[in-house]
T-cell receptor, first 113, second 115 residues
Framework: GENVEQHPSTLSVQEGDSAVIKCTYS??????FPWYKQELGKRPQLIID?????GEKKDQRIAVTLNKTAKHFSLHITETQPEDSAVYFC????????????FGQGTTLQVKP | DTAVSQTPKYLVTQMGNDKSIKCEQN?????MYWYKQDSKKFLKIMFS???????INETVPNRFSPKSPDKAHLNLHINSLELGDSAVYFC??????????????FGPGTRLLVL
């Protein structure tokens, strides 16, 4: 079955720096890759997603890149702010698997003021 | 106006008890899910229902039984609770489109502690 590996498990940056989180997936049939942000004690919330027919997507300070050949995708956060501190999850899914999201292990991002 | 809601928010119970968690979504979505988040924050899908029909059942012990009375509700009943069932359980919903997967919206979570 599908497996998603996420690195690093923890990431500490200074406010204003960039943060990059990387994920790899095992099943080449995966075609949907969302990223979720989970603040302490809260629900996961989608921050950006990308489909396999697109190589890059950007939304203000957040961008996601996808390399289908290498089966990896990355989240890039620029100009980090303390409120970006949270756990970030990548996930992968295949359209034939009706909504089944396989999540990475999560990255705890700490942005120091 | 909450999109996906769950009750209860917290559940503390003894081993061996039976408990239920309820989930409701008012987004008009046709697919609903249950996820388990363990103490290491790992999120794993348990079940999904599409228009009241079970679609995904991820090798979850049969002590866990989901029930979908209608497409806006997906409840989770757990029999004979064990210590290892302690976790946060998230309900989610999405709308499946012919173009592919759509965003899954998560509920606030139910924090279950089995003593």
């Amino acid at each position: 079955g599908e497996n998603v590996e996420q690195h690093p498990s923890t990431l500490s940056v200074q406010e204003g720096d960039s943060a990059v989180i990387k994920c790899t997936y095992s099943d080449s049939a995966s075609n949907y890759f969302p990223w979720y942000k989970q603040e302490l004690g809260k629900r996961p919330q989608l921050i950006i997603d990308i489909r396999s027919n697109v190589g890059e997507k950007k939304d203000q300070r957040i961008a996601v890149t996808l390399n289908k050949t290498a089966k990896h995708f990355s989240l890039h956060i620029t100009e980090t702010q303390p409120e970006d501190s949270a756990v970030y999850f990548c996930a992968a899914s295949m359209s034939r698997d009706t909504g089944k999201l396989i999540f990475g292990q999560g990255t705890t991002l700490q942005v120091k003021p | 106006d909450t999109a996906v809601s769950q009750t209860p928010k917290y559940l503390v119970t003894q081993m061996g008890n039976d408990k239920s968690i309820k989930c409701e979504q008012n987004l008009g979505h046709d697919t609903m899910y249950w996820y388990k988040q363990d103490s290491k924050k790992f999120l794993k899908i348990m079940f999904s229902y599409n228009n009241k029909e079970l679609i995904i059942n991820e090798t979850v012990p049969n002590r866990f039984s989901p029930k979908s009375p209608d497409k806006a509700h997906l409840n989770l009943h757990i029999n004979s609770l064990e210590l290892g069932d302690s976790a946060v359980y998230f309900c989610a919903s999405s709308q499946e489109e012919t173009s592919g997967q759509e965003t899954q919206y998560f509920g606030p979570g139910t924090r279950l502690l089995v003593l």
